[in-house]
């Protein structure tokens, strides 16, 4: 069968030019994947249609749909930690009129977890000039002010900004009363008190707020609310650090039984960083648990912390002794001489010998109170108890001090970065006046002068530099051997001088550290040699500087009518001007191991 072939024709279909069409699938397929999931494909294809629309009001609508997306996704994304992927999307936003102002906002928050905290505070302040509802941003500011910035004053006054529209946040309440603590020690106690008992109010149960109304009340000698607070504290899952601040809030107000008890927490406290420990603590050897009877036993007491500890703690080896059979003592290096020297009746080693060394127990040194059943009124040896060879002194004193009649000063300014962080140390600024007393003579006893403050002493000052001489601790007890007075801030060299018996002026902050108890009239208790001048409000050092200069105008003036009681040294050493320096200090300051 013929089958007949129909000519087909096809039809051409014309192509829609009219890009208004495939700009609304595109829309389409944008709102599509976004709600799916695939934020990348959808936003990319929102920004296309942006870009290809004419339409203005048209063109407004996409870019809303786009900015709502993106918004979504970028929050999406700071949930995740995925903070630059989120910024990225917050930087595209922001090339199209109308995005959220909350993007200033959300870009700080990025930039604050990673670690810009510049630029957070500058995303962040902007966000707080244009945005109609800010105050959630001051708590940000806060935040990053106080934990990044270490910006403590202006941190308050963002938390307290937070306060108006957050008038029942504990924390922020917490926060205002810890920092108005920190920053301004004695000062303003009644704030202190009043935003940590409102956060107490709202939240008395937090061991945190607990803790810090326990301290502050402390601070101001208010025992009895003091007191109710760390008993509350107690029932609260305290941590190691809360029971070691208990141990110290307890010494400093005369309860040495049960403060050195609480104090043992030390080894355990979670924030430690990087103070040094005895090693052995790590391997649980042998150690005492001060219930034992070691009448037969060799004890090895260990250092712990820093060198003022181990000046410190080492008088209480004649109560140690009476108790066992003999007593091995690990110290730093810098101190093996000086303790040898100072006959302490007491075997003495570096921490490299303890592999070596045989014994039964051992204690970490600032137990020894416990040990020893210490209290305010028995410190004993505190007339001194370290001593330097009358040779070691003179060949120091004929080789450094300056052979001449002046009265001559010892001074030591400032401490370790510990002591910085509880307001010990003085400006060396303060202490100018006494190198321009007439008749006499200035000697830094700064082993490292971290602030280079000594190379910015005026011309007409008198300041000689032995800190470079110093090898180790018994160098620099020769050297206070070698003053008629010494005076310096809470730090090693104080306690060196108060062991020595050295006739010292202490300068402390109105907030001292834990152990000063006593710091009126004309010892420290710990150490009789000590004379205490302290601020009547914190860092008002003009005040006690000014009562040492009385003094030493008087102990210039006993001397003078005192005759010498042994030959002067030779001189080798000038003192004229700020550059002055003893014969050889050029000794380097690098060898010296006994930071101050």
């Not at 007191?227 to 809030?249: C, I, V």
């Amino acid at each position: 069968m013929q089958v007949s072939k129909r000519l087909v024709v096809r039809k051409e279909i014309p192509i829609d030019s009219s890009k208004e069409l495939l700009n609304s699938l595109d829309v389409s397929m944008a709102d599509y994947y976004c709600k799916n999931g695939n934020f990348k494909r959808g936003l990319e294809l929102f920004r296309s249609a942006i870009d290809k629309t004419f339409n203005e009001n048209e063109r407004i609508n996409i870019t809303n749909k786009y900015l709502n997306a993106a918004l979504f996704y970028g929050r999406k994304l700071f949930s995740e930690k995925n903070y630059i992927d989120a910024v990225e999307q917050y930087r595209d936003m922001m090339n199209y009129s109308g995005f959220p102002v909350t993007v200033y906002k959300q870009i700080g928050l990025c930039m604050k977890e990673m670690g810009d905290a510049d630029l957070a505070i500058k995303f962040l302040k902007r966000f707080e000039e244009i945005s109609p509802d800010k105050e959630d941003v001051y708590i940000y500011l806060a935040d990053i002010t106080y934990g990044q910035i270490k910006d403590n004053e202006r941190a308050i006054e963002y938390y307290e900004k937070a306060l108006v529209k957050n008038p029942n946040n504990f924390a922020i309440y917490n926060m205002l009363g810890h920092l108005y603590s920190t920053c301004y020690q004695d000062k303003f106690k009644d704030k202190q008190i009043y935003y940590l008992k409102r956060a107490f109010e709202l939240a008395p149960n937090n061991r945190i707020v607990v803790k810090n109304l326990a301290y502050v009340y402390g601070k101001f000698d208010e025992v009895q609310h003091a007191d109710e607070m760390y008993q509350k504290l107690m029932y609260l899952n305290p941590t190691h650090s809360d029971l070691h601040a208990y141990g110290a809030y307890l010494v400093k107000h005369k309860r040495f039984s049960e403060g050195f008890k609480f104090l043992q927490h030390r080894f355990l406290k979670e924030d430690l960083g990087n103070v040094a420990f005895p090693e052995l603590l790590k391997t649980k050897k042998k150690k005492w648990n001060m219930k034992l009877d070691i009448s037969n036993k060799v004890i090895l007491a260990h250092f712990e912390q820093g060198f003022g500890d181990s000046i410190m703690f080492a008088r209480f080896f004649d109560d140690l002794k009476k108790r066992c059979k003999d007593v091995l003592f690990v110290v730093q290096d810098s101190l093996i001489d000086l303790m040898k020297d100072s006959n302490l009746g007491v075997e003495v080693y570096s921490e490299r010998d303890i592999h070596k060394l045989n014994y039964d127990l051992w204690i970490p040194l600032m137990d020894l109170p416990i040990v020893c059943e210490t209290q305010p009124d028995n410190i004993p040896n505190a007339k001194g108890y370290l001593k330097v060879p009358d040779d070691k002194i003179n060949a120091y004193k004929k080789k450094y001090i300056n052979d001449n009649k002046k009265f001559k000063i010892g001074i030591a300014y400032e401490g370790t970065m510990a002591s910085k962080e509880t307001d010990r140390d003085i400006p060396l600024e303060y202490l100018y006046p006494l190198m321009r007393l007439p008749g006499v003579e200035v000697y830094s006893f700064q082993v490292d002068d971290l602030t280079r403050q000594m190379d910015r002493i005026p011309e007409d000052t008198n300041l000689i530099r032995l800190g470079g001489t110093f090898k180790n601790w018994e160098d620099t007890a020769c050297a206070m051997n070698c003053m008629d007075l010494m005076v310096t801030t809470d730090n090693g060299v104080m306690n060196l001088a108060g062991a020595l018996g050295v006739k010292t002026f202490g300068l402390f902050n109105k907030i001292t550290e834990w152990r000063w108890f006593k710091t009126e009239g004309d010892d420290i208790a710990w150490y009789k040699s000590i004379k205490p001048f302290q601020t009547t409000t914190s860092k008002a050092w003009d005040g006690p500087v000014q009562e040492i200069i009385k003094e030493i105008e008087n102990l210039i003036k006993k001397k003078k009518t005192t005759k010498p009681s042994a030959p002067k040294a030779v001189k080798t050493a000038k003192s004229t001007g700020k550059k002055t320096t003893a014969k050889t200090s050029k000794t380097t300051s690098k060898t010296a191991k006994n930071k101050k």
